[in-house]
């Protein structure tokens, strides 16, 4: 049976604490009290909360003394709270309150509802914590049981998965390190929103468009660290047409294809047995690649070739793009490797990581010729005849 969340209340006067009890009362949480802020900080020695109420006006410690204090001690130092104010509040106390840490703030009297529903979302965040901590443990302890089941056959594989061992352990703390924070910055934001932009000038409401699409990029971000640090994990082999897969992936972009005025020329292709997956994600990213990184006044071209090499074949994909100085050919396959601003051409310098890796998967190798001059660049990549 799960543990129920505690809420501290903090009031010097009894009668609001009753008051704020009674608005509680059918939410399934446990509700601690405290007359004053040295009281308070005497409770969370004892309990662990997943939220805070705090007056502001009482004597002796007030409500800002007790949230300074709550925010320098480890343990309570992402604690959320809620000031509640028992006079009205200007612009000036609100944003003294939110320095420090506050994630809400509500003048007295207030109605109900606007209470309950703030509660609410902070107790569903706290039961999405302790669900992804615990999926989390769960996920880690089936990795570790994994890597003890595999038998010889899978030996290749596993061998990858030792080699990329700190990448396992960054999908496990992005999963938890990274994204979670940033979705209750986002839902911090939301409730910031909704509490002040209406009050707030045009010069606020143009700083609050940028942090959201600063929290936008920052999520797409991690996404795309997660699946570079996945990749390896499918081991099926599958016998794929690439004419087939190619125009597949064509279709896929076809939006950034038809956008671009882009012209994409595909010769004879293979058939081999490969991560079907994977090799879709090279060919997608080179192609993106190709389109994105052009001058304005270029259109796209674009040739996809294969060549048979004893028991292996080379592919290519060429484009007539801005080109890659010679200094660069090497550093543009690791991960952060960027050669643009990101203003210029977006992006965060991990296709090409991605596809080195998928490549190597495949025992094959990846490599780039270009020139300048022409503004001509090819990536090649091999990928054996038989994959034992």
């Given at each position: 049976?799960?543990?129920?969340?505690?809420?501290?209340?903090?009031?010097?006067?009894?009668?609001?604490?009753?008051?704020?009890?009674?608005?509680?009362?059918?939410?399934?949480?446990?509700?601690?009290?405290?007359?004053?802020?040295?009281?308070?900080?005497?409770?969370?020695?004892?309990?662990?909360?997943?939220?805070?109420?705090?007056?502001?006006?009482?004597?002796?410690?007030?409500?800002?003394?007790?949230?300074?204090?709550?925010?320098?001690?480890?343990?309570?130092?992402?604690?959320?709270?809620?000031?509640?104010?028992?006079?009205?509040?200007?612009?000036?106390?609100?944003?003294?309150?939110?320095?420090?840490?506050?994630?809400s703030f509500i003048t007295k009297p207030?109605?109900?509802?606007?209470?309950?529903?703030?509660?609410?979302?902070f107790i569903d965040r706290h039961h999405?914590?302790?669900?992804?901590?615990?999926?989390?443990?769960?996920?880690?302890?089936?990795?570790?049981?994994?890597?003890?089941?595999?038998?010889?056959?899978?030996?290749?594989?596993?061998?990858?998965?030792?080699?990329?061992?700190?990448?396992?352990?960054?999908?496990?703390?992005?999963?938890?390190?990274?994204?979670?924070?940033?979705?209750?910055?986002?839902?911090?934001?939301?409730?910031?929103?909704?509490?002040?932009?209406?009050?707030?000038?045009?010069?606020?409401?143009?700083?609050?468009?940028?942090?959201?699409?600063?929290?936008?990029?920052?999520?797409?971000?991690?996404?795309?660290?997660?699946?570079?640090?996945?990749?390896?994990?499918?081991?099926?082999?599958?016998?794929?047409?690439?004419?087939?897969?190619?125009?597949?992936?064509?279709?896929?972009?076809?939006?950034?294809?038809?956008?671009?005025?882009?012209?994409?020329?595909?010769?004879?292709?293979?058939?081999?047995?490969?991560?079907?997956?994977?090799?879709?994600?090279?060919?997608?990213?080179?192609?993106?690649?190709?389109?994105?990184?052009?001058?304005?006044?270029?259109?796209?071209?674009?040739?996809?070739?294969?060549?048979?090499?004893?028991?292996?074949?080379?592919?290519?994909?060429?484009?007539?793009?801005?080109?890659?100085?010679?200094?660069?050919?090497?550093?543009?396959?690791?991960?952060?490797?960027?050669?643009?601003?990101?203003?210029?051409?977006?992006?965060?310098?991990?296709?090409?990581?991605?596809?080195?890796?998928?490549?190597?998967?495949?025992?094959?190798?990846?490599?780039?010729?270009?020139?300048?001059?022409?503004?001509?660049?090819?990536?090649?990549?091999?990928?054996?005849?038989?994959?034992?």
């Open positions: 049976m799960k543990a129920k969340p505690k809420i501290l209340i903090v009031d010097d006067k009894p009668e609001n604490l009753v008051a704020l009890r009674t608005v509680l009362k059918n939410l399934d949480i446990l509700v601690v009290e405290a007359t004053s802020g040295n009281e308070a900080l005497k409770k969370t020695l004892h309990h662990d909360f997943a939220l805070a109420l705090l007056d502001i006006k009482m004597p002796g410690m007030d409500g800002y003394e007790l949230a300074k204090i709550l925010r320098e001690e480890e343990k309570t130092a992402h604690l959320p709270f809620i000031f509640i104010s028992a006079v009205y509040t200007d612009n000036t106390d609100v944003f003294k309150g939110y320095e420090k840490g506050a994630f207030f109605q109900p509802e606007i209470l309950i529903n703030k509660v609410k979302f999405q914590e302790i669900a992804l901590s615990e999926l989390n443990k769960e996920l880690k302890n089936k990795n570790e049981e994994l890597a003890f089941q595999n038998d010889e056959k899978e030996k290749r594989t596993m061998d990858l998965i030792i080699a990329n061992k700190e990448l396992e352990q960054f999908s496990y703390i992005a999963s938890h390190d990274l994204q979670e924070p940033l979705r209750t910055v986002s839902n911090y934001m939301k409730l910031f929103e909704e509490d002040y932009l209406g009050i707030l000038d045009e010069n606020a409401g143009k700083y609050l468009l940028r942090v959201n699409n600063a929290i936008k990029r920052m999520s797409i971000l991690i996404k795309a660290l997660l699946d570079f640090s996945r990749l390896g994990h499918n081991t099926k082999l599958t016998f794929v047409n690439f004419k087939k897969l190619i125009g597949e992936v064509i279709t896929d972009l076809d939006t950034l294809i038809k956008s671009s005025n882009a012209v994409i020329e595909v010769t004879k292709m293979p058939e081999l047995n490969v991560f079907e997956i994977e090799i879709h994600q090279v060919f997608k990213n080179l192609i993106t690649n190709a389109i994105k990184f052009r001058a304005n006044d270029t259109r796209p071209e674009i040739q996809i070739h294969s060549e048979k090499m004893d028991e292996k074949w080379k592919f290519s994909v060429t484009d007539n793009g801005i080109g890659i100085a010679p200094e660069h050919f090497e550093r543009i396959f690791d991960i952060f490797q960027r050669l643009h601003p990101y203003e210029e051409y977006e992006g965060y310098g991990i296709g090409l990581a991605n596809c080195k890796k998928i490549v190597q998967l495949h025992q094959g190798k990846i490599w780039v010729e270009s020139n300048q001059a022409t503004r001509e660049t090819t990536f090649y990549f091999t990928i054996p005849n038989l994959i034992i």
